[in-house]
Structures are given as structure tokens and as C-alpha cells.
């Protein structure tokens, strides 16, 4: 059974950094397409950025340039690096992984960006 597993939010001054992580049981990142979602209040879930297992990523105009997307083989983990961040960029972020032929999510991680 895949489980994925976000921590790292929480509260920071616009001009911030955060570092979000994703725990992944049952499944290996590094074998898949995983990414990063947002979704703020009353707006739907959009993508923040992806990672193919050969290390191809790919980025919302949004945040290229502020935000990086990697992974932790070793520990089997998925990482986002914000910085530069903005009152816009609030949201729940979701960690996401495609594991033919399923899709899983975790459960979300609340960042909050104050001006």
C-alpha cells in the first residue's frame, strides 16, 4: 500500500524559505513521476512542480526561479525548497506520485506566507 506523507510547512515572513518534504512508503520515487500541488482557498489544486525519474523537472511560471524540486533517493523522499516567498504562493501543498497505473496523494501541508 503507497503511502505519501508531507511535512515541512507553517508560517513565514514574505522573503521566507520553507523546505517541504514527502515520505513515501510502498512505492520508490526515484521509479516515477512525482510532484508538488497547491491548492489556496476557493481555487483549485495546480501544479508547483514535477520530477521524472531521470531527473527531468518542470515548473509553474509562478515559481521558476524561487522553488526547486529534487529527491532523496537515499531516504526514499520528496523535497520542495521555497524561497523568495510571497503572500500568493499560500496554500495546502500536496505531494503527488504516479505509480502505473494509480495515482496517490498525501494528506497536505498547510504554508502560509504573511506580508
Known amino acids: 500500500q503507497v503511502q505519501l506523507v508531507e511535512s515541512g510547512g507553517g508560517l513565514v515572513q514574505a522573503g521566507g524559505s520553507l523546505r517541504l518534504s514527502c515520505a513515501a512508503s510502498?512505492?520508490?520515487?526515484?521509479?516515477?513521476?512525482a510532484g508538488w500541488y497547491r491548492q489556496a482557498p476557493g481555487k483549485q489544486r495546480d501544479l508547483v512542480a514535477t520530477?521524472?525519474?531521470?531527473?527531468?523537472?518542470n515548473y509553474a511560471d509562478s515559481v521558476k526561479g524561487r522553488f526547486t524540486i529534487s529527491r532523496d533517493n537515499v531516504n526514499n523522499r520528496l523535497v520542495l525548497q521555497m524561497n523568495s516567498l510571497k503572500p500568493s504562493d499560500t496554500a495546502v501543498y500536496y505531494c503527488?506520485?504516479?505509480?502505473?497505473?494509480?495515482?496517490?496523494w498525501g494528506q497536505g501541508t498547510q504554508v502560509t506566507v504573511s506580508s
Open positions: 510502498g512505492m520508490r520515487f526515484g521509479s516515477n513521476v
Open positions: 503527488q506520485a504516479y505509480s502505473y497505473p494509480n495515482i496517490y
Open positions: 520530477i521524472t525519474s531521470s531527473g527531468f523537472t
